[in-house]
């Protein structure tokens, strides 16, 4: 199963310092951050863990195509629209 395109731009965020999930599937409803929905819809795919030290602003990948997980890369600018 591939991921579900979320949306085709990043999600630009100030996270605190802590864990988060980032949906790797692309069909959480709480984007861009899992919900288990990847184990509901039994994808095969599983988020993926990211922790910060300190408080941070990152570039979450929102087109699930990134080549650098789960930071955006700017995969989503060579899509087809």
């Not at 085709?8 to 965020?13: D, R």
């Not at 599983?46 to 930071?71: F, R």
Request: net charge positive.
């Amino acid at each position: 199963m591939e991921p579900k395109i979320a949306q085709k731009a990043p999600y630009i965020m100030d996270l605190k310092s802590g864990t988060y999930y980032w949906c790797k599937c692309g069909h959480s409803a709480n984007q861009p951050f899992c919900d288990g929905s990847h184990a509901r819809l039994n994808t095969g795919m599983t988020p993926v863990e990211i922790k910060l030290t300190e408080a941070k602003k990152v570039a979450l990948c929102g087109c699930k195509q990134t080549k650098n997980p789960p930071y955006c890369d700017g995969t989503h600018t060579k899509l087809s629209k």
